[in-house]
């Protein structure tokens, strides 16, 4: 038993060591093998202690662990359901914002347009009544920040409709089944990896890299990934709980009960500011509208196609009446 415990460290040392150093594949290979040699210790355990009946009277710190893991067990599973509750309403926000952009966000860059073109008239009146250059260059350069604007929103709109395609495509490729199972596994995964819960710095950061890739395996539905996070965590947990005494046990469950409480109001916190957010509530209203979402976003596009039209019929009568105003200046010039 003891040389099975020493391979045990040197591997799970060696694991550690790698990890330190960003060498992951030989990590979770150095752990794979103190994961099995762990397996061949709790083997030989169950063969001694096979049949025999051990009764003892818990002490009043054992019953103080059994207490406070219940109390852990218990806030891990809040932590859990509160992180996903967040992850989801900010996933639900932000595919919301997404489609809202796409259908709608090509309707509001052609009224800027045509309140561009419209404001571009408008200065050409003001230079040509006081005797400045009127010319289309010397004016946009008065609008630039107008003109850099819409060509941002043009961007976003683009990456918007891309981002949309993509989530729908990706919606797509999983069961309900395994849908199911991927909010499990990032639950989970959330409860152990959180930075707040971290111990140290370097731990912090360590748990920070994990949750960029548990975030970015959850959004892009990549349920293979969590699964060899996951694998990962439990050997880690149980690694590293193995001999430690009572009072580190009592000790760290301490101080995970303090950081999970302070978690659970951070991200209550973080949840009711996005449920009190514009967003939010355009998200419900569109969501509730009556018949469906979709008549929603028609009422929206007609209103801006309204919009356009009188811009449009605008631009037209000053673009009209400019011809006309320097038409006349010509032919004063001419008579003289």
Known sequence: ??????????????????????????????????????????????????GKKITRV????????????????????????????????ELDLGKF?????????????ELDQAEYAINLMRLKFERYHSGKAWDDESISQELSDF??????????????????REFIHKNRE?????????????????????????RTDEEKSYFEDVMKEINEAYH??????????????????????IGESLNEKLSRLGTEERKLSALISSISK???ELRSSDTYALFI??????????????????????????KKVELARLKEQFSVLTSKSNEKVLVF
């Open 270 to 272: 973080r949840t009711q």
């Open 97 to 109: 914002q997404t489609e809202y952009n796409a259908r709608v966000g090509k309707f509001f860059i």
């Open 220 to 241: 892009h539905s990549n349920l293979d990934s969590l699964k060899k996070i996951d694998a990962k965590a439990q050997l880690l947990i149980e690694v590293e709980q």
């Open 174 to 198: 999983l069961s309900e089944d395994q849908k199911r199972e991927l909010r499990s596994l990032y639950r989970d995964l959330a409860k152990i990896y959180h930075p707040d819960k971290a």
């Open 285 to 310: 209203k569109v969501q509730n509208f009556q018949p469906s979402s979709n008549e929603y976003f028609l009422g929206v596009i007609d209103d801006l196609e309204q919009r356009i039209k009188r």
């Open 58 to 89: 818990k002490t009043q710190e054992e019953v103080d662990l059994e207490r406070l893991k219940g109390v852990v067990l218990d806030l891990r599973n809040r932590v859990g359901d509160l992180y996903l509750e967040l992850d989801d309403l």
């Open 147 to 164: 003109k850099k604007q819409l060509e941002t929103d043009e961007n976003q709109l683009h990456e918007d409709e891309k981002n949309l």
């Open 1 to 50: 038993m003891n040389d099975l415990y020493e391979i045990f460290t040197a591997y799970y040392h060696q694991a550690v060591d790698y990890a330190d150093q960003h060498e992951f594949k030989k990590s979770s290979e150095s752990f794979e093998k103190a994961f099995d040699v762990l397996n061949e210790i709790r083997s030989e355990a169950l063969r001694k202690y096979a």
